[in-house]
């Protein structure tokens, strides 16, 4: 008789191996999987779905790989896989939809400001292909702009952080009750509390410089958002 959570051993199984090739033998064919700028010449459609199954350190795939057995195995259990396969796939793709369009936004106003400096495209193009600016544009626009900038173009974004704030969403929309006992929490929590203060934490990071570390907060953000639209359409039409 298959497991109940079937497909959820079958993703962990895959983003292990992935990640076992990719980080620790250093097997260079799969690093076109991580999601790169569109503007940038290593942008590929399928980088939208594959970044999925790309993670960047240990503690990276250890915290998503949790959330998926913890909070997807109960949505699939109640759903059934293809639907839970296609709710996760969806809030991936949403939340790196909606993360690029962030990334777009600020790339074109920081590019407004170079060209306003009297800098032209080919400059501009220039200065990303050779990962560096001559001093008057780093006074002019500030060190950690031009550093933004860079990031947005070259670094690319990997892990299923996106699908898993989605699952969060959907498991805290279904059982908003649940109590949460985490390692960090000092106390336990109900779901219909936890989600929506990280979340809320996710955008407070994305729109300031108090992020610590190379997190893609508008990746969360993103699938959760999309999480939410989805969960929200669904009870909808069961009301009709």
Not at 24 to 35: G, R, V
Not at 101 to 108: H, K, L, M, R, V
Request: no cysteine; proline share 5%; charged share 10%.
């Amino acid at each position: 008789m298959p497991a109940k959570n079937q497909s959820i051993i079958y993703l962990m199984a895959i983003n292990v191996l992935i990640f076992i090739a990719s980080t620790w033998l250093k097997f260079e064919p799969l690093q076109p999987l991580a999601l790169y700028f569109p503007l940038n010449e290593k942008f590929a459609l399928w980088q939208l779905v594959t970044h999925m199954f790309m993670h960047g350190s240990v503690a990276h795939i250890l915290f998503n790989m949790y959330a998926l057995w913890s909070f997807g195995t109960p949505l699939e259990q109640t759903w059934k896989t293809p639907r839970f396969l296609a709710f996760y796939f969806v809030t991936g793709l949403g939340a790196a939809l909606i993360y690029t369009a962030a990334n777009y936004y600020q790339f074109s106003a920081i590019t407004n400001d170079i060209l306003t400096l009297g800098y032209s495209t080919n400059d501009i193009q220039t200065i990303l292909q050779q990962g560096m600016a001559d001093g008057h544009l780093v006074q002019a626009l500030g060190k950690d702009r031009l550093v933004e900038f860079m990031s947005i173009y070259h670094a690319p974004v990997v892990g299923a952080s996106g699908a898993m704030y989605g699952v969060l969403v959907a498991f805290a929309m279904r059982y908003p009750d649940a109590k949460l006992s985490l390692i960090f929490l000092p106390v336990p929590i109900s779901a219909k509390w936890f989600v929506p203060l990280i979340i809320a934490g996710d955008l407070f990071f994305g729109l300031t410089k108090y992020s610590v570390g190379n997190i893609a907060h508008f990746a969360h953000v993103g699938g959760a958002i999309t999480a939410l639209v989805i969960m929200l359409v669904v009870r909808y039409r069961q009301k009709q």
